[in-house]
T-cell receptor
């Protein structure tokens, strides 16, 4: 069974540009979450999607947005990039969110974004 | 609000010995799940073990076991027979559930512990 895949793996952008990152969850998983990892702030939750709906959102500015498609694939977009957006962006998928369903979250390899 | 505390920034262990990585948590959620992840230098987060707050038994997965003490709000990871490949950053994380058991999607992470295994 294929794991969580993220594309691209590495990205270099310039301040002010926008970027779109993609995540394909494990087959059958309906929940996709996004996290930002930086040396200073650690791992911070961005948002979670389930059945194409955003269920939870972290404390990030509106420049960070996401969406989920009917096949559970998810994208996140960052507009007007800032130097501080340089980070490892991790996507995680889980089977479900309801009572009795598996809550285990599996992560992809991440996209390392560098903003210059 | 949820909070995870990992008080050991770094730990050293001799190959083939056991090591315990500490994790304490705080939450007001009626039920919750606790996770441990391993992050090698490559960056990928590798799921190790999961413990539900209502699980009666401590979780085990091969060489990994979770020492869950609910009253103390601790969820320590025990790695038995350490191997050189265990050298990595280890994160404790929590995910809350509401009273009906539906999980909140957010994982709250601790700051991590860097484990170094010496030959």
């Amino acid at each position: 069974k294929a794991g969580v895949t993220q594309t691209p793996r590495y990205l270099i952008k310039t301040r002010g540009q926008q970027v779109t990152l993609s995540c394909s969850p494990i087959s059958g998983h309906r929940s996709v979450s996004w996290y930002q990892q930086t040396p200073g702030q650690g791992l911070q939750f961005l948002f979670e999607y389930f059945s194409e709906t955003q269920r939870n959102k972290g404390n990030f500015p509106g420049r960070f947005s996401g969406r989920q498609f009917s096949n559970s694939r998810s994208e996140m977009n960052v507009s007007t990039l800032e130097l501080g957006d340089s980070a490892l962006y991790l996507c995680a998928s889980s089977l479900g969110v309801g009572a009795g369903e598996s809550y285990e979250q599996y992560f992809g390899p991440g996209t390392r974004l560098t903003v210059t | 609000a949820q909070k995870i505390t990992q008080t050991q920034p770094g730990m050293f262990v001799q190959e083939k010995e056991a090591v315990t990585l500490d994790c304490t948590y705080d939450t007001s959620d009626p039920s919750y799940g606790l996770f441990w992840y391993k992050q090698p230098s490559s960056g990928e987060m590798i799921f190790l073990i999961y413990q539900g707050s209502y699980d009666q038994q401590n979780a085990t997965e091969g060489r990994y076991s979770l020492n869950f003490q609910k009253a103390r709000k601790s969820a320590n990871l025990v790695i038995s027979a350490s191997q050189l490949g265990d050298s990595a950053m280890y994160f404790c994380a929590m995910r809350g559930h509401n009273a009906g058991g539906t999980s909140y999607g957010k994982l709250t992470f601790g700051q991590g512990t860097i484990l170094t295994v010496h030959p």
